[in-house]
């Protein structure tokens, strides 16, 4: 299944450019959900070397959590003629985290996608980048899950919850815990669900596995009470009506919850647009998220005390808890709540597709990035680019290579020359200002 996430980045380039009034230089990863810092590169091919040093440029991180010290370690370092006579020249300045290229303007920007987060913290303190949030999943699962709102469910329940259960690497270990506990509260018939013993990404058995927090590792076999799953990478970005139709209720495991960010994704968002209520394993404070966005929850229903427990564990436990509770209501219990809960996810359902909604998302996208441009005016890299290019422009061995340069994605001497002239404007009219 192939997701056309650019058509997302060639929107924002829109917007950007809007609320700029200039050109804006888009970096996305490709493939999509890539993590390799060499994979985060310009939506348009016909940019050019001197587009990229005097356009702001917008790093867009919005799809996965992000880590600031993953790209602190693994960061992109360049190569070919053009950086060694830098290097020889002692003018060459190594990466600094995602902000890998370095223009004009003092920083560029980072499109994001979580709150309460310590790497936005991080991000700021190390002043290269302005953070810009937008609740990106919800954009995506718009698009991924739209042919949901044109679909009449035939409900034919035989099962009480449905799960996803893939991926356990990484952030996602606790999934592999709560199977468990699903077995030991002798859950597990009640739920369509599955289980990885071999997680995809990895290609190792969780009994071969080094668990970032060993409070997650299963202490059974877990296969013995599970299908094997046969979901492939892209399943979140799909649904399965057959799956809601034969279920009640849907446990969301969020790609966040031994964590303190919020970060939901379009998991979080499929049950909704089915029409499903559900329960969110994901971080503490996440139902409260989805409340800020207009949607209802199911508090009068059933316990959601569980969103508020900030240890994970404990969360954990209180999420199973719940099924529990829920799973030995008694038939006239269960057809009433069931009926409540089910107005709320049709009220959900109507919401995420309203024009109400979208427009919340994307004036929220237009307000920040506007907040984010007017800090970009307020710092400016001008001096040092016209010292930098006044000095090269002395050095014999750059002024052959930029004058026997036609490869317009790297220095030379038309671009080179076009750059500091706008350096020299922009710091002519901020000094008149």
């Known amino acids: 299944m192939t997701i056309p996430l650019d058509r997302l980045y ?110 936005i913290t991080k991000y700021y303190e190390a002043n290269e980048l302005i953070p810009v949030y937008y609740w990106s999943h919800a954009v995506i699962a718009l698009d991924w899950f739209r042919y949901a709102n044109h679909v009449t469910q035939s409900a034919h329940s035989s099962k009480t919850f449905l799960i996803y259960n893939r991926a356990w690497s990484g952030t996602r270990e606790y999934r592999l815990k709560f199977s468990e506990m699903l077995i030991r509260s002798d859950l597990q018939n009640l739920c369509r669900t599955s289980i990885n013993p071999v997680e995809p990404e990895l290609n190792i058995h969780y009994e071969l596995h080094k668990f970032n927090n060993p409070a997650w590792r299963p202490d059974c076999a877990l296969e013995n009470f599970f299908p094997t799953s046969t979901a492939h990478s892209h399943y979140s970005a799909d649904f399965d009506m057959e799956d809601y139709e034969s279920t009640d209720i849907e446990v969301v495991l969020e790609t966040l919850f031994d964590d303190s960010r919020l970060h939901l994704t379009e998991k979080s968002l499929r049950p909704v647009a089915c029409g499903q209520p559900f329960i969110l394993a994901a971080t503490q404070g996440s139902l409260e998220y989805l409340r800020s966005y207009g949607f209802k929850t199911f508090g009068h229903i059933w316990d959601e005390r569980y969103d508020l427990i900030e240890d994970p564990q404990e969360r954990l436990i209180a999420i199973v808890d719940l099924m529990k509770q829920i799973s030995n209501w ?44 007017d800090q970009l005016d307020q710092c400016n890299n001008y001096v040092k680019w016209v010292d930098t290019w006044t000095q090269l422009f002395s050095f014999d061995k750059v002024k052959h290579f930029l004058q026997n340069s036609n490869d317009t994605k790297e220095p030379n001497q038309v671009g080179a020359e076009h750059s500091l002239r706008i350096a020299k404007e922009k710091l002519l009219r901020l000094t008149k200002l």
């Open 10 to 119: 060639h929107y924002i380039d829109n917007i950007a450019q809007e609320i700029y009034g200039d050109r804006v230089i888009i970096y996305r990863f490709f493939p999509h959900g890539s993590k390799n810092i060499n994979d985060l590169n310009n939506i348009h091919s016909s940019d050019t070397w001197a587009d990229k040093n005097v356009f702001p440029l917008l790093w867009c991180h919005d799809q996965e959590p992000l880590n600031f010290e993953h790209y602190q370690q693994n960061i992109r370092t360049g190569s070919g003629t053009w950086i060694e006579i830098l290097r020889s020249l002692n003018l060459s300045s190594k990466p600094k985290n995602l902000n890998y290229r370095k223009n004009i303007f003092e920083k560029n920007l980072l499109l994001h996608s979580e709150k309460r987060s310590q790497n």
């Open 330 to 373: 008694t038939p006239t219990v269960r057809e009433k709540k069931l009926s409540e809960a089910q107005m709320i996810a049709d009220y959900n359902k109507q919401h995420f597709f309203s024009k109400d909604f979208f427009d919340l998302i994307i004036n929220e996208l237009k307000t920040n990035l506007t907040l984010a441009f």
